[in-house]
């Protein structure tokens, strides 16, 4: 059931969003699992867009923050606000009260909005005055950032960047995509209309099955091998990988790895967990994690080449 409805979700969204097959894959695995995505590309490849149809199609609530360097805290989770009236304080909350919250280059804004934001993303609360308020669910960040500008910029915090289920990179198109995405923008009259497909409690009850597909004993060993190979690599013979790496993956890593791999095959209509489904997720959820020392930066290794490596030598099973 569930299956064509989503299925329906990505044909509709295909509607407007051209050649981002991944992009939309691992969109639609945050959300069933609960994960927050940060995405990473030069701008003009359709991130924002792709957020944007993707609430619309799930009739979700959606909130863009576009994070710059005088963003305040308060313009995030919402202030205190007197009213003479009553002579008492008002909340007023912010655009964080959202379902899907798109963070746009959220790297510009400084380290007291990051604090902000790592709370509503780890515990799904925020703080104004002396009170707590629990956000709606779903409850997901998807956040952006621009690799090719770094004046102005503030590097993530490891804590917050660990909070990311998954970092994906977004690439450019290949030309009978791009050349669909002229064709179709280049007309100035053009304007999509977008249905919604799914609504809350279909996607409770996909999170739901998605945590009833099956992943057996020796693939969730393999998971530990991994994320282990990346903090001992000279148990697994990875003697060039370990002059590089100077911190492994967090075991977050392990948990989102698992059930990131659960909701990949319940997307592919698998109620069980390939050895597949681990490979291709393993460099989204790693390569933000593996903390690379200043010789692997002089020689110009990249983590996915580290990925890589480990993926080629730690056996399953």
């Not at 995505?37 to 923050?65: C, Q, S």
């Not at 604090?115 to 956040?143: C, H, N, W």
């Not at 990875?238 to 392990?254: C, H, K, N, W």
């Not at 698998?270 to 597949?276: G, I, S």
């Amino acid at each position: 059931m569930y299956i064509e409805k989503i299925k329906d979700v990505l044909n509709e969204m295909g509607k407007v969003v051209v050649g981002q097959d991944k992009l939309l894959n691992r969109l639609l695995i945050g959300l069933f699992t609960g994960g927050h995505i940060l995405l990473e590309g030069v701008p003009g490849l359709a991130k924002t867009l792709t957020i944007n149809v993707m609430a619309k199609v799930l009739h979700l609530d959606f909130k863009r923050i576009q994070f710059t360097p005088d963003l305040l805290p308060a313009d995030l989770i919402g202030t205190m606000i007197y009213k003479p009236k009553i002579g008492d304080y008002e909340v007023k909350k912010g655009p964080i009260f959202s379902n899907i919250i798109l963070a746009d280059e959220v790297n510009r804004s400084p380290a007291k909005v990051q604090s902000a934001l790592l709370e509503a993303m780890q515990e799904k609360q925020v703080t104004i005055g002396d009170e707590t308020y629990l956000l709606d669910r779903p409850f997901v960040v998807l956040a952006t950032q621009n690799p090719v500008e770094q004046e102005g910029t503030y590097p993530l915090p490891e804590a917050q960047i660990d909070r990311f289920m998954m970092k994906v990179y977004v690439d450019y198109l290949e030309k009978d995509k791009e050349l669909e995405v002229m064709r179709r923008m280049s007309d100035i009259n053009y304007d999509y209309q977008i249905k919604p497909i799914l609504n809350k409690e279909d996607i409770f009850a996909i999170r739901d099955n998605v945590n009833k597909v099956n992943i057996s004993e020796t693939l969730e060993k393999y998971i530990i091998e991994l994320v282990f190979a990346t903090r001992r690599p000279l148990d697994y013979g990875l003697r060039d990988e370990a002059r590089y790496i100077q911190f492994g993956v967090s075991p977050r890593a392990t948990i989102y790895l698992n059930r990131a791999a659960k909701a990949l095959a319940y997307l592919e209509g698998r109620d069980y967990v390939l050895p597949e489904d681990i490979k291709e997720l393993a460099p989204d959820i790693m390569n933000h994690r593996i903390l690379l020392n200043y010789e692997a930066e002089a020689d110009g290794v990249r983590t996915m080449a580290i990925i890589d490596s480990i993926l080629r030598k730690v056996a399953i099973g």
